[in-house]
T-cell receptor, first 115, second 112 residues
Framework: DTGVSQDPRHKITKRGQNVTFRCDPISEHNRLYWYRQTLGQGPEFLTYFQNEAQLEKSRLLSDRFSAERPKGSFSTLEIQRTEQGDSAMYLC?????????????FGPGTRLTVL | DQQVKQNSPSLSVQEGRISILNCDYTNSMFDYFLWYKKYPAEGPTFLISISSIKDKNEDGRFTVFLNKSAKHLSLHIVPSQPGDSAVYFCAASGQYGNKLVFGAGTILRVKS
């Protein structure tokens, strides 16, 4: 399977704890995106990388959130001091800028529940 | 501000008939539009897209129509099948193809 993978698929944590999610994009894709989806809404953009460079961050990405893509391959998203409002599905997507279209390919997501 | 709107939260269609899902946008800088399909507990799956230089794109049972003057696009599925039952998201991107801006989604139910 050469699609986007995310780990873990589910995470339950207590308020105030730190959590880290991992995303492995499609291997030849140089752009990697993080989105967050809450119930009844579409995915909302958080941040994106081109290779290892983080090129844009949404205002939704508070200072408790940090993302990295150290070698331009996999990426991690860390949330520090989690709050109940952080409960959501965190989605990762990737695409190649060499492609003709703007399609992004999504992973299965990580469902975060903050108790 | 909702730049991409899907005003119908749900749609129910009989198997074999046409499903029409609608989407409106407000940002005139959007130049690429996409439709994604999502099943529960899975990530969105890309279905079909259209560039702003076109007004129609077809792929099998799926056709997307773009009306730039009205800032409106629609997805037609014909014939509809029970396996098409899912949440459909409309998304848009700007000139440099960076972030996608999504609508809230429409739940499609195809009854057999």
């Amino acid at each position: 399977d050469t699609g986007v993978s995310q780990d873990p698929r589910h995470k339950i944590t207590k308020r105030g704890q730190n959590v880290t999610f991992r995303c492995d994009p499609i291997s030849e894709h140089n752009r990697l995106y993080w989105y967050r989806q809450t119930l009844g809404q579409g995915p909302e953009f958080l941040t994106y990388f081109q290779n290892e460079a983080q090129l844009e961050k949404s205002r939704l990405l508070s200072d408790r959130f940090s993302a990295e893509r150290p070698k331009g391959s996999f990426s991690t998203l860390e949330i520090q001091r989690t709050e109940q409002g952080d409960s959501a599905m965190y989605l990762c997507a990737s695409r190649s800028i060499a492609g003709a279209g703007n399609e992004q390919f999504f992973g299965p997501g990580t469902r975060l529940t903050v108790l | 501000d909702q730049q991409v709107k899907q005003n119908s939260p749900s749609l129910s269609v009989q198997e074999g008939r046409i499903s029409i899902l609608n989407c409106d946008y407000t940002n005139s800088m959007f130049d690429y539009f996409l439709w994604y399909k999502k099943y529960p507990a899975e990530g969105p799956t890309f279905l079909i897209s259209i560039s702003s230089i076109k007004d129609k794109n077809e792929d099998g049972r799926f056709t997307v129509f773009l009306n730039k003057s009205a800032k409106h696009l629609s997805l037609h599925i014909v014939p509809s099948q029970p396996g098409d039952s899912a949440v459909y998201f409309c998304a848009a991107s700007g000139q440099y193809g960076n972030k996608l801006v999504f609508g809230a989604g429409t739940i499609l139910r195809v009854k057999s």
